[in-house]
């Protein structure tokens, strides 16, 4: 007896370091296997920046290609891979649009940089996990990690925002990044 529809849930999470290890070995099908996963939602992250999206494309074209030709420089002990593959897009966006000199303005979605290991479902139900997380940072550290993931600004333009020296904006993020990294544990 059947009683409702079977969902065809993978048994096995994606496995980004793996993929990357294949990339960096010249397997095509792992680069492949990497954009049906992530391409979509890179998409997502390239356009809440550039605010295009004939360009928010180009940057997910360009950001492929370098994680094909820089697949072999991930480190594991740095990050996990698929923060790496994020994070190398959010910054060919954020140099696109820095070099076109576009004032961008991005929203409160953005907030999925700060999380990139969650899938959409699962950042949606760990939206208070991280609001809780961010609250316990003091606030000046807080807005510098809102002004650098929801913004999109860079070090520099967050010290000009809060007048205070590059360095201690440099640290603070820093600082709260390994925080949120371990109350999101």
């Avoid at 960096?24 to 992250?45: F, H, I, P, S």
């Avoid at 479902?121 to 609250?135: G, S, Y």
């Avoid at 333009?157 to 993020?173: C, F, N």
Wanted: aromatic share 8%; glycine share 6%; hydrophobic share 40%.
């Amino acid at each position: 007896m059947r009683i409702g529809p079977t969902l065809n849930l993978p048994t096995t999470p994606f496995d980004y370091e793996r993929c990357l290890q294949a990339c960096a070995r010249g397997d095509r099908g792992a680069l492949q296997a990497l954009y049906d996963q992530e391409g979509a939602r890179l998409l997502g992250v390239a356009w809440r920046i550039a605010r295009d999206h004939a360009t928010a494309e180009d940057i997910v074209h360009d950001a492929f290609i370098r994680i094909w030709t820089r697949a072999a420089s991930f480190d594991p002990a740095r990050g996990s891979a698929r923060g790496w593959v994020y994070s190398l897009t959010r910054h060919l966006a954020l140099n696109f649009v820095r070099d076109t000199r576009r004032e961008v303005v991005i929203d409160d979605v953005a907030m999925v940089d700060i999380a990139p290991y969650h899938d959409d479902m699962t950042l949606q139900a760990d939206a208070p996990r991280i609001h809780r997380c961010l609250d316990q940072l003091d606030t000046a550290p807080r807005k510098c990690i809102l002004h650098a993931y929801v913004d999109g600004c860079s070090h520099a333009e967050i010290a000009r925002l809060l007048d205070t020296p590059l360095g201690t904006v440099k640290s603070w993020i820093k600082r709260s990044l390994k925080a949120l990294r371990e109350c999101m544990g």
